[in-house]
């Protein structure tokens, strides 16, 4: 079976449902949310997309992936204020939502249910792989969760979490190749030992 669904029928039908792509820093969410959301676009349907105002790693106004694949979207302060520019709108594109309240549970539920298709990226699990933020919640009422991932930098398997390499307990920390490195389970629990 193909990973990402090539059903045209399904990007493009004008119904409610919401879609979870989630993983671990470096797995490829924000490249695959503007994916879907470009295919959207390209099949005319008017496409929103918000982010948390607490990112303000590259620009202000634009999602922007690593590869520099961009697409312009709306920094918001809270879950709450979506609901306030979805008027009109065929598919919401939510990047980041990790960062969000747990109020965006909410307003997913309250965008499908008026027809929207909402798309929502985040990371699964901080760097010490405790779930984060609404991300576990949005998985169990998504209709379609994709879990991306990583390469571990240390063996070349699947990653499991983004490890912190920098001695910093806040949870968020935005950052890049620097302060964080994606490790499949049993390069973590290693370096985790080696207190590194
Ligand atoms: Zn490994």
């Not at 969410?29 to 496409?47: C, D, S, Y």
Request: negative net charge.
């Amino acid at each position: 079976m193909n990973l990402f669904t090539e059903d045209m029928k399904e990007e493009t039908a004008s119904r409610g449902r919401i879609e979870v792509i989630c993983g671990s820093m470096f797995s490829g969410k924000t490249e695959e949310l503007i994916r879907r959301l470009k295919r959207a676009k390209f099949a005319h349907q008017r496409v929103e997309i918000f982010k948390p105002a607490i990112d303000t790693r590259y620009s202000e106004q634009d999602v922007v992936s690593h590869d520099n694949n961009t697409i312009h979207s709306t920094p918001i302060e809270s879950s709450g204020s979506i609901l306030l520019f979805t008027s009109e709108i065929d598919v919401v594109g939510i990047d980041e939502a990790q960062f969000f309240d747990d109020g965006l549970v909410h307003v997913c539920n309250e965008l499908a249910n008026q027809g929207i298709r909402v798309i929502v990226a985040g990371l699964d699990m901080d760097y010490k792989g405790i779930p984060f933020g609404p991300i576990p919640a949005l998985c169990a009422i998504a209709d379609e969760v994709t879990k991306v991932h990583a390469i571990c930098v240390k063996c070349g398997n699947l990653a499991y979490l983004s490890h912190r390499t920098v001695k910093n307990d806040k949870r968020v920390l935005l950052g890049e190749q620097e302060e964080y490195e994606p490790l499949c389970r049993r390069c973590y629990q290693k370096a985790v030992k080696e207190g590194k």
